[in-house]
């Protein structure tokens, strides 16, 4: 017999009652989880959108990248020729607009993000489906 315990995942209890999930969450690679966000954040804006569609839009991208958010520090920091912090800055730019009301233009930001983000690797999947439309 140990004196030394080992951990052991805590179930998490589910909507169904089930306490089958692991509070423990997969390594997930940050950049798609960033492309995935931008893509939802553009399908979320069609071109007919009206501005409160704007602050789901933003709770939903805030969401999914913050899981991911301190990965993307270690990313930019590797990326030698600054495209995430581009990509970053569009972003900013697109939350700026966004907060401002301005649909067309937060739309534009986030394709601008999506178009940099392709630079980075692994965007063909998302570019093949991709709306460029603004």
Do not use: C
């Amino acid at each position: 017999m140990s004196l030394h315990q080992q951990s052991v995942p805590v179930p998490e209890q589910t909507r169904a009652g089930s306490a089958t999930v692991s509070r423990r969450h997969p390594e997930r690679d940050p950049l798609p989880v960033l492309a995935a966000a931008v893509e939802a954040a553009i399908a979320a804006l069609p071109p007919t959108a009206r501005a409160d569609a704007l602050e789901l839009m933003l709770t939903d991208f805030t969401l999914a990248v913050a899981p991911v958010q301190g990965d993307l520090a270690g990313v930019a920091a590797r990326d030698r020729r600054g495209a995430l912090k581009i990509a970053q800055g569009y972003l900013g730019n697109a939350f700026t607009h966004a907060v401002t009301g301005d649909v067309d233009a937060t739309r534009a930001a986030l394709i601008a993000a999506r178009a940099t983000l392709f630079h980075l690797g692994g965007g063909e999947e998302i570019a093949s489906g991709a709306d460029w439309r603004l």
